[in-house]
């Protein structure tokens, strides 16, 4: 057994924490129990977290997804998250608030960071999506938008953009703000990565 400062929270960072997210004091005291379990050393790693990941989705593949999640949470680019930094992008991919996760959003699809979005980058993250979505329920999904081709395709429709333009981040959020479809088309249904980490903190 550690120390007990070691085994808890600050509570500065806790209350940092309560404010930015959703999530209780018992959650995000269980939730570092986990983490420091995991990451004694107090940082995660890209494999670490797409391992974490991965053990939310076991009957998918989700790691070309949390690869692109750990990109877009890892603002100084040093190949790791600390405990914040995880908390925060577990609560803005499953219940963030709306102007707070459509800037992630954008952060996510804006695979080389340079501030725009290309139609090639879209599909790389919907790409990402659909190794997400098993079998099963990619059959369900409308003939308009049941391959990652397709979906991009729709998706770049809805923002009125051509093969090759780009799209800013305003026009982005202006377009998911006032399209509730593109909204849809562009997200991992969020309900299900709730579910699966209420499941998993049982």
Request: a negative charge.
């Amino acid at each position: 057994m550690g120390n007990s400062k070691s085994c808890a929270l600050s509570k500065e960072l806790l209350e940092d924490l309560k404010l930015n997210t959703r999530y209780s004091e018992e959650e995000l005291s269980a939730w570092y129990k986990s983490f420091q379990k995991e990451c004694p050393s107090g940082r995660i790693t890209i494999d670490q977290f797409q391992t974490i990941y991965a053990s939310f989705f076991p009957d998918a593949d989700p790691k070309a997804y949390a690869k692109h999640v750990f990109r877009s949470f890892d603002t100084n680019n040093d190949g790791t998250l600390d405990f914040k930094e995880y908390i925060i992008a577990l609560h803005l991919t499953s219940t963030g608030k709306t102007v707070q996760k459509f800037e992630w959003a954008f952060s996510l699809y804006d695979v080389d960071g340079n501030g725009t979005i290309s139609k090639t980058e879209v599909l790389e993250i919907v790409m990402a999506i659909f190794k997400m979505i098993n079998a099963d329920d990619q059959e369900d999904l409308p003939e308009d938008e049941n391959t990652p081709e397709k979906r991009t395709d729709k998706i770049w429709d809805y923002f009125g953009k051509k093969e090759n333009d780009k799209l800013s981040e305003g026009e982005f959020i202006q377009g998911i703000t006032e399209n509730k479809e593109i909204l849809r088309l562009i997200q991992y249904e969020p309900q299900k990565v709730q579910d699966r980490l209420k499941e998993k903190k049982q």
